[in-house]
């Protein structure tokens, strides 16, 4: 079963901008498929904060970002608040006939 | 405002079925959009299980084909998930989605709060 792979963790001070990776292959982010990404808190269920690779749903402030290239899809996180320490995670589909998540990361404010 | 509820035991034995149901207000499954489980394990790793369209049409993970059902049940505006020959790799929180229509489709816009299913004898 593909996967998508994440950093672990990853920590910013206030104001500073954070990247989230996500790596896939051929098979799924590099076959054209669509990258959504989560935000969840603590004994929440996840919410949808990124879909269609770059799109916000309603609600969701510009501070966060998608993009995708090749194989790879990143979250960008502009001017980090303390609100945004959660765990992060990526989805998208592969060619196996299966939607998968990448292993998630848990961002920190410092 | 569309609100997703599972129920279901929240214990189940080793090697028997366990069987989950998601109530959904404010929306009609009938209406269109996919509707999903999703897992999460208790080291946080969350897992596709598979999706259903009102018709009845289903789609899941290859690696979990066979054993696991979904069905719909429009009536009731309901839609359930059955896994047979569970094992303690089983347990996790499990929560069902409305998943979008179109161009990444598998995306899920509404979540339930969770059922947290503990596979143990």
């Known amino acids: 079963q593909s996967e998508l792979t994440q950093p672990p963790s990853v920590s910013g001070a206030p104001g500073q901008r954070v990247t989230i990776s996500c790596t896939g292959s051929?098979?799924?982010?590099?076959?054209?498929?669509?990258v959504h990404w989560y935000q969840q808190f603590p004994g929440t269920a996840p919410k949808l904060l990124i879909y269609?690779?770059?799109n916000r749903p309603s609600g969701v402030p510009d501070r966060f970002s998608g993009s995708k290239s090749g194989t790879s899809a990143s979250l960008a996180i502009s001017d980090l608040q303390a609100e945004d320490e959660a765990d992060y995670y990526c989805q998208s589909f592969d060619n196996s006939l299966s939607a998968l998540f990448g292993t998630g990361t848990q961002v920190t404010v410092l | 405002q569309v609100q997703l509820q599972e129920s279901g035991p929240g214990l189940v034995k080793p090697s028997e079925t366990l069987s989950l149901t998601c109530n959904v207000s404010g929306s009609s499954i009938s209406s269109g959009y996919y509707w999903g489980w999703i897992r999460q394990f208790p080291g946080k790793g969350l897992e596709w299980i598979g999706i259903?369209?009102?018709?009845?049409?289903?789609s899941y993970k290859p690696s979990l084909q066979g054993r696991v059902t979904i069905s719909v049940d429009t009536s009731k505006n309901q839609f359930s998930l059955t896994v047979n020959s569970v094992t303690p790799a089983d347990t996790a929180l499990y929560y069902c989605?409305?998943?979008?229509?179109?161009?990444?489709?598998?995306?899920?816009?509404?979540w339930g709060q969770g059922t947290l299913v503990t596979v143990s004898s």
């Open positions: 269609g690779n770059n």
């Open positions: 051929s098979s799924n982010i590099g076959a054209g498929h669509d």
């Open positions: 259903i369209w009102h018709s009845g049409t289903t």
């Open positions: 989605t409305r998943a979008g229509e179109g161009r990444g489709w598998y995306r899920s816009d509404y």
